[in-house]
């Protein structure tokens, strides 16, 4: 709880596994300062933390939430879902995770040739080193970048060597929307469309997503994140509501040092949205 006796929640998390900075066990300490209550480890594609995670929630009283974070394409665009409450042992996602890593590794390897060759960076070398932990994403190869003086923020970094129109844009070949969608059904878990605020859609493209989402058995979308300004929150607010999901809330915590999003969201929520909490098997 916070101060004034809320409660906090946070379904959206990273740790050293995946792009975050810190390893699971210092994440849940991290979150025990910040009086975290509910608290969902959610790496990209990868469930690595969730053992440690869930040992120090255990120590500490927080309760805890298995998560992963997938990468999907939908229409030509990355869309992310977060599965909650996943059950890490099933063979099913462990696949669909494992062709995920790999699409990672080629990925990431295929960024780093094209920044030695057509940027002239020690891209190989750089692509390498960014490739040790489980999950490995361009937010890690971003940090290196600028560890290097070759840009001053990550931000930079992406902008001026890995998105498009860059000299080391390496077009993802994720998993379709599908194929996500069906290995987090297949898990038991609960789907939630991450961020959706945030993509390139049109309001129009969007419901269209949405619609999608729910149709393969989608339960909730991010609804209340950092960032997040009043009309986002009303245009997904709007959207749970006319295809009846629930509302989760995060916040993409990914490193200390990025002030903006720090670890709890309270649980509270516009008028006639229900928590994604009320998904939750209060045995498990
Ligand atoms: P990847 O999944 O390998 O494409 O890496 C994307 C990750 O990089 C996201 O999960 C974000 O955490 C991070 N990221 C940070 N800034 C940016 C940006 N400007 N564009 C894309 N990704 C970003
Ligand atoms: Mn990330
Ligand atoms: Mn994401
Ligand atoms: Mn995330």
Redesign the pocket.
């Known amino acids: 709880m916070d101060s004034n006796g809320e409660t906090l929640v946070d379904f959206h998390t990273h740790s050293d596994c995946s ?1 975050g900075v810190l390893p699971p066990a210092q994440l849940v300490e991290r979150a025990r300062g910040r009086g975290v209550d509910v608290l969902a480890l959610t790496d ?1 594609d990868t469930t690595a933390g969730l053992d440690a995670a869930r040992a120090a929630c255990e120590t500490t009283g927080i309760r805890f939430v298995p998560g992963v974070e997938l ?1 999907a394409t939908w229409r030509g665009q990355t869309i992310h879902l977060v599965g909650l409450q996943i059950d890490a042992r099933q063979a099913g996602l462990q696949a669909h995770l494992a062709r995920v890593l790999a699409l ?1 590794r080629t990925r990431l390897a295929e960024i780093g040739e094209r920044l030695e060759k057509r940027a002239r960076l020690p891209g190989r070398e750089l692509a390498a080193l960014a490739g040790q932990g489980t999950a490995p ?3 890690n190869l ?1 940090r290196l970048l600028v560890e290097r003086g070759f840009a001053r923020e ?2 930079e970094a ?1 902008d001026r060597w890995l ?1 498009r129109d860059t000299a080391g844009h390496v077009p ?1 070949e994720w998993p379709t929307l599908d194929e996500a969608m069906a290995a987090l059904r297949d898990n038991g878990a609960i789907a939630v469309v991450a961020h959706p605020h945030r993509y390139r859609a049109s309001a129009g493209q969007l419901r269209e997503l949405t619609a999608a989402f729910a149709d393969r058995g989608g339960r909730a979308l991010e609804a209340s994140m950092a960032g997040m300004s009043p009309n986002d929150a009303e245009r997904i607010a709007s959207l749970c509501r006319r295809f009846k999901l629930h509302a989760s809330m995060g916040s993409d915590f ?1 490193d200390p040092a990025v002030p903006w999003n720090p670890l709890g969201r309270w649980l509270k929520l516009a008028a006639g949205l229900e928590p994604v909490t009320q998904l939750l098997d209060p045995t498990a």
């Open positions: 792009d990209h990468s990672r994403t361009r937010l971003a990550t931000q992406f998105n993802p990914h």
